[in-house]
C-alpha cells in the first residue's frame, strides 16, 4: 500500500510539473500573441494616422489656404489636387468656381472701364449743354456782325457807286466774323470728341484766355 501511495504521489506530481509546464507555455504564447497584437495594433493606429494626415488633414489645410489666399484677392490661385475621392472633386469644384469668380470680375472690370468712358463722355456732353448758354452769345456776335455788314453793304450798293475801300472793309469784316464762328464750333466739336485724354503740357496762361 506504501508503494502504491508512493507511485500515486510520484504520479501525481509528474502530472502536476507537466500541466505548469504547459501552463507556462500557454501563458507564455498568450503573453506573446497580446503583445504582437499591441505592436500590430500601433503599427495600424500609426499607419492610420499617417494616411488620415497625408489623404484628409494635409488637403484640408491646403484647401483652407486656397480659399484665404483666394479672399485675399489672389484669384489665380488654383488647387494642384488630383486625387479621385470627395476631396479632389472638392478640390475641382473649387477650381471651377475660382475660375469662374476671376472670369467674372474681369468682365466686371471691362464693363466697369466702359461705364466710366460712357460717363466721362456723357458728362463732357453734358458739359458742353451748359457751357453752349454761354457760347451762344458768342456764336451770335459774329453772325450778327455778317449780317449786319452783308445787309449795310447791299443797302449802300443800292443806293448807287460804293468805293473799292469800303466794299474791301465790310468783306474783311464778314470774312473775319465767318472765320471766328468756325473756329469757335470746331473748338467746341474737339472738346465733345470721344477719344482718349491726352496729359501734356500746356501755357496756363492761353487756357484761361480761352
Known amino acids: 500500500v506504501n508503494r502504491l501511495l508512493t507511485e500515486l504521489i510520484q504520479i501525481t506530481r509528474n502530472e502536476t510539473d507537466d500541466a505548469r509546464e504547459d501552463l507556462r ?5 498568450i503573453a506573446f500573441m497580446m503583445k504582437l497584437t499591441g505592436l500590430v495594433g500601433l503599427v495600424s493606429l500609426v499607419t492610420t494616422v499617417w494616411l488620415l ?9 491646403s484647401m483652407q489656404r486656397a480659399v484665404e489666399r483666394f479672399g485675399a484677392g489672389d484669384l489665380a490661385h488654383r488647387l494642384e489636387f488630383n486625387a479621385h475621392n470627395e476631396l479632389g472633386s472638392l478640390a475641382h469644384t473649387f477650381n471651377q468656381m475660382a475660375a469662374r469668380l476671376s472670369e467674372s ?8 472701364e466702359q461705364r466710366t468712358q460712357q460717363f466721362k463722355h456723357a458728362a463732357k456732353l453734358a458739359d458742353v449743354g451748359t457751357f453752349a448758354a454761354g457760347v451762344a452769345h458768342e456764336i451770335n456776335t459774329p453772325i450778327a456782325s455778317v449780317a449786319s455788314c452783308a445787309e449795310g453793304l447791299e443797302r449802300k450798293l443800292k443806293k ?11 468783306l474783311r469784316t464778314i470774312s473775319g466774323e465767318a472765320h471766328r464762328t468756325s473756329e469757335l464750333a470746331a473748338r467746341l466739336l474737339t472738346f465733345a470728341r470721344r477719344g482718349p485724354a491726352e496729359v501734356k503740357p500746356v501755357q496756363l496762361t492761353a487756357m484761361i484766355e480761352d
Do not use: F, N
Open 160 to 170: 448807287g457807286p460804293v468805293a473799292e475801300s469800303e466794299i474791301l472793309e465790310y
Open 25 to 29: 507555455g500557454h501563458i507564455a504564447t
Open 53 to 61: 494626415q497625408r489623404q484628409v488633414v494635409s488637403p484640408l489645410r
Open 105 to 112: 470680375q474681369r468682365q466686371l472690370g471691362e464693363l466697369l
